[in-house]
């Protein structure tokens, strides 16, 4: 898994959201009560719409000690993949410049870059000069990306989810084809005939810089 936030379902209906671990102990309540019989209890990870899976056969002692291992093997992963490559071995095409002497700018590394003449004539004439052109271009390069991988993430996030618990509801093509066409208002209107708690998630799922949900303790 990849956060500790998550959301249990009994059936159509959220029992619990939020921490993993508190969630827990409600879906082990829950799973041991001869009332959780009305409905299948599923987990899902908030920030990938995969279903977690509980150790349920011993006590719940057993089941939380199982829930730390993997809280503490997904800090580790988050840990690793969040890692940065070392500037000295990030790469063959970018050579970097000697230092200059004197005492350098904080945050300011000088490497060389090839660009055809058009190019240099292009960036001579933007305001502050070449470098705060460039440095202009590639930021606006990384939000628009970042923008598009966030965008395509929570579509495939949501995907996940709806895919295990509405794969068998009312125009669940056609919500999906409005997913992946990024077109809220036409995948709001269809979901709108769905059970309130799943289209509520899939929403926040989908949507998720516009929709919160509330969440329950």
């Known amino acids: 898994m990849s956060t500790a936030t998550v959301t249990a379902f009994r059936g159509h209906e959220v029992l619990a959201a939020g921490a993993l671990r508190d969630v827990a102990r409600v879906v082990?309540?829950?799973?041991?009560?001869?009332?959780?019989?009305?409905?299948?209890?599923?987990?899902?990870?908030?920030?990938t719409g995969r279903v977690i899976d509980f150790e349920m056969r011993d006590d719940e002692r057993a089941m939380l000690a199982h829930v730390d291992v993997m809280l503490r093997m997904s800090q580790a992963a988050l840990v690793q993949t969040n890692g940065e490559p070392n500037d000295a071995t990030s790469g063959d095409s970018v050579d970097p410049m000697p230092r200059p002497r004197g005492r350098p700018k904080l945050g300011v590394v000088a490497r060389e870059i090839t660009l055809l003449p058009r190019h240099w004539e292009w960036l001579a004439t933007q305001p502050?000069?070449?470098?705060?052109?460039?440095?202009?271009?590639?930021?606006?390069?990384?939000?628009?990306?970042t923008d598009e991988d966030r965008t395509k993430a929570a579509r495939?996030?949501?995907?996940?989810?709806?895919h295990a618990m509405a794969g068998d509801l009312t125009q669940f093509e056609e919500v999906i084809r409005a997913l992946y066409r990024g077109d809220e208002a036409r995948f709001r209107e269809l979901i709108a005939a769905w059970p309130s708690d799943i289209a509520a998630y899939s929403a926040q799922l989908a949507f998720p810089t516009i929709t919160t949900m509330e969440r329950a303790p």
Do not use: I, N, Q
């Not at 082990?28 to 920030?47: C, I």
């Open 128 to 145: 502050g000069g070449a470098s705060v052109a460039l440095r202009k271009l590639v930021d606006a390069a990384r939000r628009t990306h």
């Open 28 to 47: 082990w309540r829950a799973v041991k009560d001869a009332e959780s019989h009305h409905g299948t209890v599923l987990v899902f990870d908030d920030a």
């Open 156 to 162: 495939d996030v949501a995907y996940r989810f709806m």
